[in-house]
Nanobody
Framework: QVQLVESGGGLVQAGGSLRLSCAAS????????MGWFRQAPGKEREFVAT????????YYVDSVKGRFTIARDGAKNTVYLQMNSLKPEDTAVYYC????????????????WGQGTQVTVSS
């Protein structure tokens, strides 16, 4: 089992920044990818960003490219999502996910999920 604890959400004005963190504990040795997803009210969960365990492959949804950065700290078993130039449409609950996945942009492939952290961007 893997336990994920997220932190870093909050309320920010448009144009501001937040950094989300997701700390993992437990049996992480089989994990090959970590991802961030988000879900706005009334919408389906959406892929945001992913990074392979070795840090070599990184993907973003088009809407956050150039504004968000995903990174990992292997020593701390932590993945981060730095979010800059935030927009009101970024408002959602953000979830981190760990798993052994073939397609890291698909939520269904992940095995473990964090509890979610609310990000609210005011206009």
């Amino acid at each position: 089992q893997v336990q994920l604890v997220e932190s870093g959400g909050g309320l920010v004005q448009a144009g501001g920044s937040l950094r989300l963190s997701c700390a993992a504990s437990g049996r992480t040795f089989a994990i090959n990818a970590m991802g961030w997803f988000r879900q706005a009210p009334g919408k389906e969960r959406e892929f945001v960003a992913t990074i392979r365990w070795d840090g070599r492959s990184i993907y973003y949804v088009d809407s956050v490219k150039g504004r968000f950065t995903i990174a990992r700290d292997g020593a701390k078993n932590t993945v981060y999502l730095q979010m800059n130039s935030l927009k009101p449409e970024d408002t959602a609950v953000y979830y981190c996910a760990y798993g052994t996945v073939s397609n890291p942009t698909k939520a269904g492939g992940y095995d473990y999920w964090g509890q979610g952290t609310q990000v609210t961007v005011s206009s």
